[in-house]
């Protein structure tokens, strides 16, 4: 029987986490259409999408254009009535987020291949998980971006498995890549740990070179394609400036407000404003690249003269991302403030439940490094962990918790393997007593 076929022929059990991570994320998805407001983040994509179809150019050089174009496609089908295309997008993004449960046990069961347990608990984690469900409900770009990068991953484990055509496969999951970049501009990096994967096999020096170039390929398709429409417009040959806008937005801004007692968004404005005043007058001053480029640079002089406060908010925001909750967001949702004590239960069990999946990702990586294994698992893993640090680094010192949600199932691959470290730990100490007793 064909590979793909037997893939697709997954055991019962992870059919029931399936169900019940899309129970979960319906359950979610029906608090938001009681929800009295669209949510706060609907109003950025659907005015992007809203001008971009209107006036018939792309409206920013912020963003790149998948996610707004979604929006775009959906504004069309619906007669551009933003309620139902909010309502359709969480629609969208709660199966997305269910298939996202599919492709972590299937990437899990060929790392772990004599394992049974760990892509069944690794599923379960995805399922369940605070993180991924509460943003599959905003109208932000985690959910699609998340999986773009799952399905890359998930190609490029199967490229192992195929005798003919793997050089179409690589292509696609190039093609993908290209996808995640043009959703959310961190996409390009993840062209990193996929070279360290293609390189790092045992095929011919030339075939893996040549996998290589076909991924990178199929990725900048796409990617130069968007880039050089930038280039005629804007005279910058880049997907987006959001590059060079969150070296202040999400790197000096969060840093600066430590030393000054304001907010980020607020350092963020003033900024901005003063940028405004200064290239009024120039021809430039329409150049989203321009206005990003310039407050980059303002912000890098003022981290130049207080390196020690970025550093320190760069350390804060790590410790943030990894174990602080999505409160605010679960708040929004559920309408809880502050001063109730539900609000702080709630605070205090998600916190719990991450703290929880870190220590188990941490024990779960190291047990893998420090112990026999076969290599590509040791590839693989390097490689996922190299993954979820590019985009924690890429997050910068805001320490917003939707900028890990992405990297979520990595750490919960990790997790999975760290109780069944932790269960034969336990197993083997209970032989053992067993043996003395007898």
């Not at 209107?54 to 174009?69: D, E, Q």
């Not at 990068?149 to 195929?162: G, R």
């Not at 005279?235 to 304001?262: C, D, M, Q, T």
Request: glycine share 8%; hydrophobic share 50%.
């Amino acid at each position: 029987m064909n590979n793909t076929y037997k893939i697709l022929r997954l055991p019962t059990q992870i059919w029931l986490i399936w169900g019940l991570g899309l129970l979960l994320r319906c359950g979610m998805m029906m608090i938001v259409f009681w929800h009295p407001d669209i949510p706060r983040e609907s109003d950025d994509y659907l005015q992007i999408a809203v001008t971009w179809l209107t006036n018939g150019a792309y409206p920013t050089t912020l963003f790149p254009p998948l996610y707004p174009l979604l929006c775009r496609l959906l504004l069309v089908l619906f007669a551009q009535q933003p309620r139902v295309v909010v309502m359709m997008i969480v629609l969208i993004q709660t199966l997305l987020g269910s298939l996202c449960i599919l492709f972590t046990y299937i990437i899990t069961t060929h790392l772990f291949r004599q394992s049974f347990y760990v892509p069944i608990i690794a599923a379960i984690l995805v399922a369940c998980d605070p993180l991924l469900l509460i943003y599959g409900v905003f109208l932000l770009t985690e959910s699609l971006y998340t999986f773009l990068v799952l399905l890359a991953i998930m190609i490029l484990s199967w490229i192992h498995t195929k005798k003919t055509h793997r050089f179409l496969w690589d292509l696609g999951c190039g093609l993908v890549v290209g996808c995640a970049a043009l959703t959310r501009s961190v996409g390009t990096l993840v062209l990193i740990p996929f070279g360290i994967l293609i390189l790092g096999t045992q095929e011919k020096p030339y075939e893996r070179v040549l996998r290589l170039a076909i991924t990178i390929g199929g990725a900048f398709v796409l990617i130069g394609g968007w880039s050089w429409h930038n280039y005629l417009i804007f005279n910058r040959f880049s997907p987006s400036s959001s590059g060079s806008y969150n070296i202040a937005a999400l790197w000096i801004g969060p840093a600066k407000s430590l030393v000054e007692g304001k907010t980020p968004e607020t350092n963020l404005k003033i900024w901005e404003q003063e940028l405004k005043d200064k290239i009024r007058e120039e021809p430039s001053s329409n150049n989203g690249f321009v206005l990003s480029e310039a407050a980059a640079q303002v912000a890098l002089h003022w981290a130049s003269e207080h390196p020690m406060a970025v550093v320190k908010g760069f350390v804060r925001s790590q410790a943030i991302m990894l174990v602080g909750p999505s409160i605010s967001r679960y708040a929004e949702v559920l309408n809880l403030p502050e001063h109730e004590l539900s609000y702080q239960v709630l605070k205090i069990g998600l916190s719990g439940i991450r703290g929880i999946l870190e220590l188990l990702c941490g024990i779960g990586f190291f047990s893998l490094l420090s112990h026999k294994i076969k290599p590509h698992l040791q590839l693989w893993s390097l490689s996922l962990c190299i993954l979820i640090g590019l985009h924690m680094v890429a997050a910068g010192a805001g320490g917003y918790s939707r900028f890990i949600a992405p990297v979520v199932p990595y750490i919960n691959i990790f997790a999975a393997f760290g109780v069944g470290k932790i269960a034969a730990m336990i197993a083997t100490a209970a032989d053992s007593l067993q043996s003395l007793y007898r």
